[in-house]
C-alpha cells in the first residue's frame, strides 16, 4: 500500500507560479510517480511524470516549458514546479504512484492516488 498527500495548491494570478508537492509513505519510494490534472466537467489527464531514478520524465504538450517535475527520494517526495500559469491550468491536480510498470504517462498503469489539491489561475 502506497499513500499520498499532496500540497501547494492554491490561487495565482496568470503567469504566476506555484509548487505541488506530494508524500509518499507505505513502502519504499521506487517507483513511478506522477501527476495529473482534472478540470470540471473534463476527464482526467496526464501532466507530467517521473521514474525512480528521476532520470526519466515525460511532459503533455501544453505544460512543456512551463511545469517541471522532480522527486527527493530521500523525502520520498515529488515534486510538480508550474511556472508561466495559465487559466487553462485551472484544475484539481493529483500525484498518483504507478507500483507496477515503468511506464510514465499511462494513466491505467497508476494504481496509488493523493486527493488532489485545486490550481485555480485567475486572469
Known amino acids: 500500500q502506497v499513500q499520498l498527500v499532496e500540497s501547494g495548491g492554491g490561487l495565482v494570478q496568470a503567469g504566476g507560479s506555484l509548487r505541488l508537492s506530494c508524500v509518499a509513505s507505505g513502502r519504499a519510494f521506487s517507483y513511478v510517480m506522477g501527476w495529473f490534472r482534472q478540470a470540471p466537467g473534463k476527464e482526467r489527464e496526464f501532466v507530467a511524470a517521473?521514474?525512480?531514478?528521476?532520470?526519466?520524465?515525460s511532459y503533455t504538450a501544453s505544460v512543456k516549458g512551463r511545469f517541471t517535475i522532480s522527486r527527493d527520494n530521500a523525502k520520498n517526495t515529488v515534486y510538480l514546479q508550474m511556472n508561466s500559469l495559465k487559466p487553462e491550468d485551472t484544475a484539481v491536480y493529483y500525484c498518483?504512484?504507478?507500483?507496477?510498470?515503468?511506464?510514465?504517462?499511462?494513466?491505467?498503469?497508476?494504481?496509488?492516488w493523493g486527493q488532489g489539491t485545486q490550481v485555480t489561475v485567475s486572469s
Open positions: 517521473i521514474s525512480w531514478s528521476g532520470q526519466s520524465t
Open positions: 498518483a504512484a504507478n507500483t507496477r510498470t515503468g511506464l510514465l504517462g499511462l494513466i491505467s498503469q497508476y494504481d496509488y
